[in-house]
């Protein structure tokens, strides 16, 4: 067969069916780049309207955004395959039917797939989490970058990456959900009066609210839940601050670092571990002579 009768075959395909195929394809793509404008913009207005004021909306719409976006994709996709299978006229029917005797086939083999989505699926539905959230799930912690109904993803304090399928979320524990909160347990040496340790946090409280760049993220006083414990050698003293999310690290920091200072200016003691010697007996009953000698050494400079 020449070029030429080649040439007028696949014309006269193009004027048949070509163009229609063409043509379903090129509606896909737009559809789909119509359906981005769409959605951004869409959830680009409920951010104007509320996101200023809610940040857990925010993250919600973001994780809502980008899972609409993926099955919109898949929808327009299957959508268009069987339009071109319709315009090349091949049935439809015996192909869905092979589908669905396939799909049980493969659904045997592909259990883990469909745990993934189911799980994915109640996941999004309950809120569990959301984009920009600091989880830990499947033994994994770290901030979620991105996340579908068939794995989450997550990024962790050191810039590792871990993908984690939702069929393995058996328990998920988010630490940035409406609100934060950082628990301190303060040590501080015997000797010390408790009550007067408890002011000092308070105050030191007091001033990292009042401070312009911490006190916003700060939602409520510090709230001291009491002496907690006789430890070994310190008097520990528990108490929690809320925050806004995500900022419970940031600010617990802060705040360890003022006490630090306030404690020293006011001479309140942290204590540090210490080790008492014990020589011990021997048969006899009798200790070993333990020798001790104290010098007093003249400073250089006199």
């Known amino acids: 067969m020449n070029p030429l009768t080649w040439l007028n075959a696949g014309a006269a395909w193009f004027t048949a069916s070509g163009y229609k195929i063409l043509l379903i394809l090129l509606v896909t793509l737009l559809l789909i780049r119509l359906s981005r404008i769409i959605n951004r913009r869409l959830f680009a207005a409920f951010h104007a309207r509320k996101a200023l004021v809610d940040l857990e909306f925010h993250k919600r719409t973001d994780t809502l955004s980008d899972v609409v976006q993926y099955m919109v994709i898949i929808v327009l996709f299957v959508t268009a395959g069987v339009m071109c299978l319709g315009v090349l006229d091949i049935e439809i029917a015996p192909i869905l039917a092979a589908a669905g005797v396939l799909g049980i086939a493969v659904g045997f083999g592909a259990q883990g797939l469909v745990r993934d989505l189911i799980g994915g699926f109640f996941i999004l539905l309950e809120d569990q989490v959301r984009v920009g959230d600091v989880v830990e799930i499947a033994g994994k912690a770290g901030v979620v970058e991105r996340m579908n109904l068939k794995m989450t993803i997550l990024r962790d304090l050191s810039g590792?990456?871990?993908?984690?399928?939702?069929?393995?979320?058996?328990?998920?524990?988010?630490?940035?959900?409406?609100?934060?909160?950082?628990?301190?347990?303060?040590?501080?040496?015997?000797?010390?009066?408790?009550?007067?340790?408890?002011?000092?946090?308070?105050?030191?409280?007091?001033?990292?609210?009042?401070?312009?760049?911490?006190?916003?993220?700060?939602?409520?006083?510090?709230?001291?839940?009491?002496?907690?414990?006789?430890?070994?050698?310190?008097?520990?003293?528990?108490?929690?601050?809320?925050?806004?999310?995500?900022?419970?690290?940031?600010?617990?920091?802060?705040?360890?670092?003022?006490?630090?200072?306030?404690?020293?200016a006011r001479g309140i003691e942290i204590p540090f571990p210490h080790l008492t010697l014990w020589a011990g007996k021997g048969k006899d009953n009798e200790s070993p002579p333990l020798s001790i000698q104290v010098e007093k050494k003249e400073p250089d400079f006199l």
Not at 172 to 195: F, P
Request: hydrophobic share 40%; glycine share 6%; net charge neutral.
């Open 160 to 264: 590792n990456v871990h993908f984690v399928p939702n069929g393995e979320i058996k328990v998920v524990t988010n630490m940035t959900k409406g609100y934060s909160r950082y628990v301190l347990n303060i040590g501080v040496a015997y000797r010390e009066d408790v009550d007067e340790v408890m002011d000092v946090m308070r105050a030191v409280d007091a001033d990292l609210r009042n401070d312009p760049e911490y006190g916003p993220d700060i939602l409520e006083p510090i709230e001291i839940l009491g002496l907690d414990d006789f430890a070994d050698s310190a008097l520990i003293i528990k108490a929690r601050i809320t925050t806004r999310p995500i900022r419970q690290w940031r600010t617990g920091r802060e705040y360890r670092r003022r006490l630090k200072k306030a404690f020293d």
